[in-house]
């Protein structure tokens, strides 16, 4: 079993940035490809990025890219999303998710955060 937190999400204006961060209590972290998705309010979950086991791939969702960095830490057990350039639209609860091995975008990941809360306001 595999706990994942996330931290880093509070209301920012548009224009501004957030870090968030998400935790893995394993001692096997880099045998997962982690993801960062949101949901926001009526909608359904969407991927916004996800990073393989060793970082040497990222993908991202369209409208994010240029703005949003995933990385990790597998020293420390943590995948970051950096927000730059945050928008209204960006408002979201972001989770963490965890996936052995395997990079994908889809909402099959084996473990989940509970989420942190980004607003942005205009």
């Known amino acids: 079993q595999v706990q994942l937190v996330e931290s880093g999400g509070g209301l920012v204006q548009a224009g501004g940035s957030l870090r968030l961060s998400c935790a893995a209590s394993?001692?096997?972290?880099?045998?997962?490809?982690m993801g960062w998705f949101r949901q926001a309010p009526g909608k359904e979950r969407e991927f916004v990025a996800g990073?393989?086991?060793?970082?040497?791939?990222?993908y991202y969702l369209d409208v994010v890219k240029g703005r949003f960095t995933i990385s990790r830490d597998n020293a420390k057990n943590t995948v970051y999303l950096q927000m730059n350039s945050l928008k209204p639209e960006d408002t979201a609860v972001y989770f963490c998710?965890?996936?052995?091995?395997?990079?994908?975008?889809?909402?099959?990941?084996?473990?989940w955060g509970q989420g942190t809360q980004v607003t942005v306001s205009s």
């Open positions: 394993t001692r096997t972290f880099n045998n997962y490809a």
């Open positions: 990073i393989s086991w060793n970082g040497g791939r990222t």
């Open positions: 998710a965890a996936q052995r091995f395997v990079l994908t975008a889809r909402p099959d990941y084996e473990y």
